[in-house]
Nanobody
């Protein structure tokens, strides 16, 4: 399987912003939908945001609605996650993945990357 490559994570403070990037291969670029999920230690993987490549239809998890924005750059073959007003509860490893259709269930995505760590201090 082909895995996307995430980058942009880091250590920030409450209220800060980060933008995560996900480099997509030619194969993953051809999928219909992309998304972000996250997983904190001891917790289940949680859906964060998803987007369709052609129409730009988006969906967000309740915990990030209004704070995070998912977007794509077709020319750069890249998926982004803009994260604003970060809270300690957002601390997790963030993954980007691809799917045949837009879904809010991480289990329905075909491929996930290796992840990038986001840590938000109080």
């Amino acid at each position: 399987q082909v895995q996307p490559v995430e980058s942009g994570g880091g250590l920030v403070q409450t209220g800060d912003s980060l933008r995560l990037s996900c480099a997509l291969s030619g194969r993953t670029r051809n999928r219909n939908a992309m998304g972000w999920s996250r997983q904190a230690p001891g917790k289940e993987r949680e859906f964060v945001a998803g987007i369709t490549w052609t129409l730009g239809t988006t969906t967000y998890g309740d915990s990030v609605e209004g704070r995070f924005t998912i977007s794509t750059d077709d020319a750069k073959n890249t998926l982004y996650l803009q994260m604003n007003s970060l809270q300690p509860e957002d601390t997790a490893v963030y993954y980007c993945g691809v799917a045949g259709r837009l879904s809010a269930d991480p289990r329905l995505y075909d491929y996930w990357g290796q992840g990038t760590q986001v840590t938000v201090s109080a």
